[in-house]
């Protein structure tokens, strides 16, 4: 094979490991995010029996990158709560810990 075929195979196998591990983190972190935006809407909505669905999940990049200054990459959800006839909507990043935040209700 030539040098550049194996160049493109090696960045198409990075491209590839580098998506399989986003999505290995955000499946990871999904279950408590799904938890945190259900806990506050069913807190907000005072309904406990709302449930919560994800609408959409992936991993922001950094606002700031360079070779000195760099950032944290970090999961974001976006997770639909509904129930006792009210909707609202969660954006939720959980954190490198345990613990989780819900922010921006909106709702709809």
């Known amino acids: 094979m030539s040098k550049p075929c ?3 195979a090696l960045g198409v196998a990075l491209v590839g490991a580098g998506r399989a591990s986003r999505s290995q983190c955000l499946d990871g972190k999904q279950a ?11 807190l907000e909505t005072n309904c406990p029996v709302a449930t919560g669905q ?5 991993v922001v990049q950094p606002a700031r990158q360079g070779p000195v200054l760099g950032g944290i990459q970090r999961a974001e959800f976006t997770v ?3 129930g006792c006839g009210r ?3 969660f954006v939720v990043c959980p954190d490198e810990g345990d613990g989780c ?3 921006a209700p909106g709702d709809s």
Request: hydrophobic share 45%.
């Open 54 to 58: 994800v609408l959409s999940r992936e």
């Open 87 to 89: 909707r609202t909507t």
């Open 32 to 42: 408590a995010a799904m938890q945190t935006a259900v806990n506050r809407g069913q």
């Open 80 to 82: 639909g709560v509904s």
């Open 6 to 8: 194996i160049r493109l």
């Open 101 to 103: 935040f819900a922010t």
